[in-house]
């Protein structure tokens, strides 16, 4: 199962770049034995639109053209469910499983993501009710992907109780 992160927002090169790279290398090398492969980023620019509404239209427009068919998509937002890592990684492995070809986890802009792309969303979870800035999400997002792989594979990363 190929995955991905569909995100608004650049990230410039820096140390935030630099951890969700280090994070996702290490979900590649320890997901490949588990079938899940690909760990890769998708960003888009922020919308320069002039309503929050539009931005989100407009972001969303770009994130749908982003996520292959078939896809399990998960929404990130301050809405979301809380989930512990041990069901995230359970998730991971059903979906994968089920032959599911492609995990996509969206972040959103500065506005969130649009409604419609949460209501579609197979799942939306939440880090946190606060909000937090795309930067952090990502690297959260790609530290959560590599824990899954680490917590599938009995790998000693994850030491949850």
């Not at 998708?42 to 078939?70: C, Y």
């Not at 809380?82 to 990684?89: C, H, M, T, V, W």
């Not at 972040?107 to 946190?128: C, K, M, N, P, T």
């Amino acid at each position: 199962m190929r995955v991905l992160i569909v995100a608004v927002g650049r990230m410039k090169a820096g140390p935030e770049r630099d951890l969700v790279a280090r994070y996702l290398d290490r979900a590649v090398a320890s997901g490949k034995p588990l079938g899940l492969a690909d760990f890769s980023v998708i960003e888009f620019s922020e919308s320069r639109a002039s309503s929050a509404d539009a931005r989100k239209t407009e972001e969303a427009r770009a994130i749908r053209s982003s996520i292959p068919e078939k896809s399990v998509v998960i929404a990130l937002d301050e809405r979301g469910k809380s989930i512990a890592s041990e069901a995230f990684a359970t998730r991971v492995a059903e979906w994968r499983d089920g032959g599911k070809p492609t995990l996509v986890l969206l972040i959103g802009g500065a506005d969130g993501l649009a409604a419609e792309l949460r209501q579609s969303a197979d799942l939306v979870i939440s880090f946190s009710a606060m909000t937090w800035p795309h930067q952090l999400v990502r690297i959260m997002a790609a530290e959560q992907l590599y824990r899954a792989t680490t917590i599938l594979s009995g790998h000693p990363y994850h030491r949850g109780d």
